[in-house]
């Protein structure tokens, strides 16, 4: 199957540094949309691996988390397309679960669920923990220069990192 995981904040909606923390600040980024709709339509399964400590920090509750999460469906299917999986960490960094980025637990979770092998999927992300749980399963790290994706990259990537301006390039990458 044709597998694609994306990071959620600064790679399919803005991030900020205040976290995204109601619906209202959940605000899609030009053409991500139209990507994820065009992927689905062109057989890609779209599945997401987002980090939420905002939950654990109690800045935002599930509910609106799953609020985010049915409003990223419902643009998705007005293109169209369709969105798989979502799988987040409600995790604090200090809790030491196995599914904070940069721990692969979300992807291997994806993996289960899709039953596939995760060798040279790509991981789409835009932080550096991103790409660090996409090497640590053998996925192929996909830097956006999106959100944080200009920090990450001035901080230097690994070599096999593929990097894209947007979503909407690795897209047409694929497609
Ligand atoms: O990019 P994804 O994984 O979809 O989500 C990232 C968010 O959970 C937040 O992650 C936080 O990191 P800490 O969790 O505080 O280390 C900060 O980077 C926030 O700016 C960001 O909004
Ligand atoms: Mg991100
Ligand atoms: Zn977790």
Redesign the pocket.
Same mark, same amino acid.
């Given at each position: 199957m044709k597998l694609l995981i994306l990071d959620r904040d600064g790679v399919i909606n803005h991030d900020s540094d205040a976290y995204i923390k109601s619906l209202e600040e959940w605000i899609p980024i030009a053409g991500s949309i139209e990507a994820i709709a065009q992927l689905s339509k062109a057989g890609w399964t779209v599945a997401v691996a987002t980090?939420q400590s905002g939950i654990a920090r109690g800045y935002y509750s599930l509910d609106t988390l799953e609020a985010m999460h049915a409003r990223l469906r419902a643009l998705v299917a007005a293109e169209g397309g369709e969105v798989g999986h979502i799988v987040y @960490?409600?995790?604090g960094p200090d809790?030491g679960?196995? @599914?904070?980025k940069p721990?692969p637990?979300?992807l291997l979770a994806i993996a289960e669920q899709y039953r596939v092998a995760l060798d040279g999927i790509w991981f789409v992300g835009d932080s550096k923990g991103d790409l660090e749980a996409a090497l640590a399963v053998g996925a192929q790290p996909v830097l956006v220069k999106t959100g944080k994706g200009e920090k990450t990259l001035s901080k230097g990537v690994t070599q096999d990192t593929l990097i894209f301006d947007d979503l909407a390039a690795v897209a047409r990458a694929l497609i």
């Amino acid at each position: 199957m044709k597998l694609l995981i994306l990071d959620r904040d600064g790679v399919i909606n803005h991030d900020s540094d205040a976290y995204i923390k109601s619906l209202e600040e959940w605000i899609p980024i030009a053409g991500s949309i139209e990507a994820i709709a065009q992927l689905s339509k062109a057989g890609w399964t779209v599945a997401v691996a987002t980090n939420q400590s905002g939950i654990a920090r109690g800045y935002y509750s599930l509910d609106t988390l799953e609020a985010m999460h049915a409003r990223l469906r419902a643009l998705v299917a007005a293109e169209g397309g369709e969105v798989g999986h979502i799988v987040y @960490c409600p995790h604090g960094p200090d809790e030491g679960c196995a @599914c904070r980025k940069p721990k692969p637990g979300m992807l291997l979770a994806i993996a289960e669920q899709y039953r596939v092998a995760l060798d040279g999927i790509w991981f789409v992300g835009d932080s550096k923990g991103d790409l660090e749980a996409a090497l640590a399963v053998g996925a192929q790290p996909v830097l956006v220069k999106t959100g944080k994706g200009e920090k990450t990259l001035s901080k230097g990537v690994t070599q096999d990192t593929l990097i894209f301006d947007d979503l909407a390039a690795v897209a047409r990458a694929l497609i």
